[in-house]
């Protein structure tokens, strides 16, 4: 199957995932945090979509509501045609099969005390898929589809590397054969030789499983080189979406073109020109008014401390939030 003819079968399509208006309002001593205001994006069957932002800009947040780690304080996540966000304590059970998540830190994600095989077979014994020689059959089938041996479940998380134990946890996300995948910077955790083994693996395993994923990353090279589609974060708020190829030819937000900036290019003839933010992203305890991204922005006006702006439609599925977006538009 053609690239062309893949995005037009996964655009005919019912998306698998529609994330609408979702919010997370975090109470403190210090007053409430507003982690994730009016984000929406939609993830369809066998794509990627990759969320990216600095610390902070409440990526993880959108990723846990997703799966009810952590509970929201509004908005919906369809999943498969059911609000994942209405469903009460039992019923969601139903869905923790279908909805997994690869963790950020191989380290602390995976129990010490246990073998690799009591690990990975864990949920298989969960949800009833398989036991005796089939599990461990299973089991053994996981470790070399992520490029381990079977001889490797007797073993204990540490005596693995970081990369193998990620692995390890790909393997585990991957028993129970769910049907989306919320990766939280999986690779970040990495030393940069391993960070690409993992991605290749990912990349790998998407196009043979028809994987649908949301991967969260800070790092836009690693987002342009996994994903379908793309959600730019800053403070818990979208700054632009859109197709991957669309988002990178020609980006719209000035936050998108000062982490495209910053991005690695393979080619080393090909030289572009990087852009330094000021300061530090805010608190989101006393955000700037109007535009979040204002007090950072290099083309701010008088205008954007008190209109908010709202996401646009700027042709072919991109959208971008930005009051000067027009006036804007081809500038770096």
């Keep these: 199957m053609t690239a062309a003819s893949t995005t037009e079968t996964l655009g005919s399509e019912a998306p698998l995932l529609s994330v609408r208006n979702l ?9 409430e945090v507003r982690a994730v205001s009016d984000v929406s994006f939609e993830v369809r069957r066998g794509s990627i979509v990759g969320i990216v932002g600095e610390s902070g800009s409440g990526k993880t947040t959108v990723g846990r509501c997703i799966l009810r780690l952590v509970e929201p304080s509004g908005g919906e996540a369809v999943f498969d045609g059911v609000d ?7 019923a969601l059970r139903a869905y923790r099969r279908r909805l997994q998540i690869i963790f950020q830190d191989p380290y602390s994600s995976l129990n010490p005390r246990m073998r690799v095989g009591e690990i990975i077979g864990e949920a ?50 991957l028993a129970v054969e769910p049907e989306l995948i919320i990766a939280d910077e999986p690779v970040s955790a990495l030393d940069v030789s391993v960070q690409a083994q993992v991605l290749n693996l990912i990349q790998e395993l998407q196009r043979e499983l028809g994987l649908t994923m949301v991967f969260i990353s800070h790092d836009l090279s690693v987002v342009e080189y996994l994903c379908d589609d793309i959600v730019v974060l800053y403070l818990g708020r979208i700054m632009e979406k859109g197709p991957a190829q669309e988002v990178y030819a020609n980006p719209r937000h000035p936050y998108t073109k000062v982490l495209l900036s910053a991005a690695p290019v ?8 990087r852009v330094i933010l000021k300061g530090d992203i805010p608190s989101p305890l006393n955000p700037p008014s109007g535009c979040v991204f204002r007090t950072r922005c290099p083309h701010v006006i008088d205008a954007c401390a008190s209109a908010i702006p709202t996401i646009e439609d700027v042709g072919s599925g991109h959208s971008v ?4 977006q027009k006036e804007l538009a081809g500038t770096a």
């Design 321 to 324: 939030a930005c009051i000067r």
């Design 124 to 173: 298989i014994d969960t949800h009833g898929l398989a036991k005796g020689k089939a599990r461990e059959a299973r089991i053994a089938e996981l470790l070399g589809r992520v490029g381990l041996n079977a001889e490797h479940a007797r073993r204990y998380p540490h005596e693995f590397s970081g990369g193998q134990r990620q692995r390890i946890g790909i393997a585990r996300a």
């Design 266 to 273: 393979p080619d080393p003839s090909v030289k572009r020109e």
């Design 84 to 90: 994942l966000f209405g469903l009460p304590e039992k």
């Design 23 to 31: 919010q997370k309002v975090f109470s403190t001593r210090g007053g």
